[in-house]
């Protein structure tokens, strides 16, 4: 439970942490049966208080929040899953809501580097505050490479680990300054521009890569199945094989895999937890609505 007084400042981490407890919460009362008093009595906040957070954290009101990273939400993200993935861009747009959505222009490196692990790339990595917990960032000199997330249960040096180990042979160099000003263009909204797009690099093997390019059309608001992704790359018996290239995304957020969810609408495992994947699709409704 995070508790806090009347007038102390809750930073960008311990609004996520607060998130967490929340989504913990929700799992187990629902959309429906959230009684505010209640709700906020269970994160030790006043009414006020839950309100005004996740205003700031996402523009949702707590209610429409609960709805948003609801199974039923899941599903009714799933309602154009037919037109979704053959919506091509137009103009650097895949659809209206890509509006909202993260500019991204990228690019694949050669199958080389990747069955290289990463041998004569100097990647820079460093952490940065974002709204799902510290984000650690790797950057290449050709773009953003990965991005992961710690909070109270994965630290920064597992969460850097994780990423280091697809690039074992790259050479490594901290520098947090240099990866402040890309985190705050992939995380905040009012920064998302189409004339200065975030340049991201693909380092998998060539099916890897078309599915993380194929997750880059699903735009903001909407969501897709396994299955779907897989006749999208003319694989339509590889549903699995697409499940275990999703989980392997190390451009987490950008290149959205949270979209990504079971034929059903449920939301099915993400490699950075399944209440981010909540936390995550709640932000974007907020997004969207704004």
């Not at 006020?48 to 205003?55: A, E, G, I, K, Y």
């Not at 790797?138 to 953003?144: I, K, M, N, Q, R």
């Not at 989980?247 to 979209?259: A, E, Q």
């Amino acid at each position: 439970m995070v508790t806090m007084t009347q007038h102390q400042t809750l930073t960008p981490a311990d609004d996520y942490e607060t998130v967490r407890a929340a989504i913990a919460y929700l799992s187990e009362t629902g959309p429906e049966d959230t009684d505010l008093s209640r709700f906020a009595r269970s994160l030790g906040m006043s009414e006020r208080q839950l309100t005004d957070l996740f205003r700031r954290w996402c523009g949702l009101s707590p209610k429409s929040f609960a709805q948003a990273v609801a199974l039923d939400h899941a599903k009714m993200l799933l309602a154009d899953k037919e037109s979704v993935l053959s919506t091509t861009y137009a103009v650097g747009l895949s659809s209206t809501s890509r509006l909202h959505d993260l500019f991204v222009a990228y690019e694949a490196m050669p199958p080389g580097a990747y069955r290289a692990k990463g041998e004569g790339l100097e990647m820079i990595w460093g952490t940065a505050p974002s709204p799902f917990g510290t984000a650690v960032l790797v950057l290449t000199e050709y773009g953003l490479a990965g991005i992961g997330f710690a909070d109270g249960v994965v630290s920064v040096d597992a969460a850097f680990e994780d990423l280091r180990r697809r690039w074992p042979n790259a050479r490594y160099t901290r520098n947090d300054a240099q990866i402040a000003p890309v985190a705050r263009r992939v995380f905040d909204p009012n920064r998302w521009n189409p004339e200065e797009p975030v340049r991201v690099v693909l380092i998998g093997t060539d099916f890897e890569v078309k599915v993380w390019q194929t997750l880059l059309t699903i735009p903001v608001g909407r969501a897709t199945t396994y299955a779907n992704v897989a006749t999208a790359i003319g694989r339509p018996t590889a549903a699995r094989a697409v499940g275990a290239a999703v989980g392997k995304n190390p451009i987490s957020f950008v290149v959205p895999c949270h979209r990504v969810v079971g034929s059903t609408g449920a939301l099915t495992g993400y490699h950075w937890g399944v209440p981010r994947k909540r936390a995550i699709l709640g932000w974007e409704a907020g997004v969207v609505s704004a």
